[in-house]
């Protein structure tokens, strides 16, 4: 009889843990940055509201003011998610590798968009709607 080896399905690390380590700080800080700004853009935004306008121009630009500063808070946002789930795979041992493919994300591309998700050909292949944007 031939004996089956098990393979362990522990994780090995994609990174090492002081490159693991910098990108996490280099997240978290990103993150308190985009709170920072968007706190900042609400409190602006209240402070703009409070305001008596003079005339229709001055309240339809303060109007088109704080609706921009409400979509960039959208993309705050949604920023926000992407690192949150960023630091998520650093926690369960996943960061770095491709969410579609399981191939390893470059380095290069970890550090210069530390949140991504997919490998460059994947994201790619996403962005041309060639590939269903997996769920995290």
């Known amino acids: 009889m031939a004996k089956t080896a098990t393979k362990s399905k522990k994780k090995k690390a994609v990174l090492p843990v002081?490159?693991?380590?910098?990108i996490k700080q280099h997240l978290e800080s990103e993150r308190t940055r985009i709170l920072d700004l968007y706190n900042q853009d609400l409190k602006e935004g209240k402070r703009t509201s409070n305001q008596g306008a003079e005339d229709l121009v001055d309240q339809a630009n303060k109007a088109y003011?704080?609706?921009?500063?409400?979509?960039?808070?959208?993309?705050?946002?949604?920023?926000?998610?992407?690192?949150?789930?960023?630091?998520?795979?650093?926690?369960?041992?996943t960061y770095g590798l491709?969410?579609?493919?399981?191939?390893?994300?470059?380095?290069?591309?970890?550090?210069?968009?530390?949140?991504a998700k997919y490998t460059i050909e994947v994201q790619e292949k996403v962005e041309k709607g060639l590939i269903e944007e997996e769920p995290f």
């Open 98 to 115: 491709c969410l579609h493919s399981g191939e390893k994300i470059g380095l290069p591309r970890l550090e210069a968009v530390p949140w």
């Open 18 to 22: 002081k490159t693991l380590a910098q």
């Open 65 to 93: 003011n704080r609706e921009l500063m409400l979509s960039i808070s959208t993309t705050e946002r949604e920023q926000i998610k992407l690192i949150d789930e960023a630091l998520e795979r650093i926690e369960d041992g």
